[in-house]
């Protein structure tokens, strides 16, 4: 079984900054996708920022510039760094890794989440 643990989340105002962490555990024998999403209230969960195992990354265009997403392997741990903070980026945020379990299945895996809230 694999856990993942999100913590940074909280309230800041406009055009602060934040740092989400994700930590992975459990039965895994190798990480690839680790991913970020949010979810705002009535609205569906839609992805944020993912980085692969070779450090590819893709970001949704509205925080494109302003998050940055990076992963530390050993520690089977995904940061996000979110700068210059808007209101339109409050929502909980998600952490979901996948993988390999060490049976060789594949995995996915979802944080609790952790509340942002930006204020004006």
């Known amino acids: 079984q694999v856990q993942t643990v999100e913590s940074g989340g909280g309230s800041v105002q406009a055009g602060g900054s934040l740092r989400l962490s994700c930590a992975a555990s459990?039965?895994?024998?190798?990480?690839?996708?680790m991913a970020w999403y949010r979810q705002a209230p009535g609205k569906q969960r839609e992805l944020v920022a993912a980085?692969?195992?070779?450090?590819?990354?893709n970001y949704a265009d509205s925080v494109k510039g302003r998050f940055t997403i990076s992963r530390v392997n050993a520690k089977k741990t995904v940061y996000l760094e979110m700068n210059s903070l808007k209101p339109e980026d409050t929502a909980v945020y998600y952490c979901?890794?996948?993988?390999?379990?060490?049976?060789?299945?594949?995995?996915?895996?979802w944080g609790q989440g952790t509340q942002v809230t930006v204020s004006t």
């Open positions: 979901n890794v996948g993988g390999l379990d060490s049976s060789l299945r594949s995995f996915g895996s």
């Open positions: 459990g039965n895994i024998f190798s990480i690839n996708s």
């Open positions: 980085i692969t195992s070779a450090g590819t990354t």
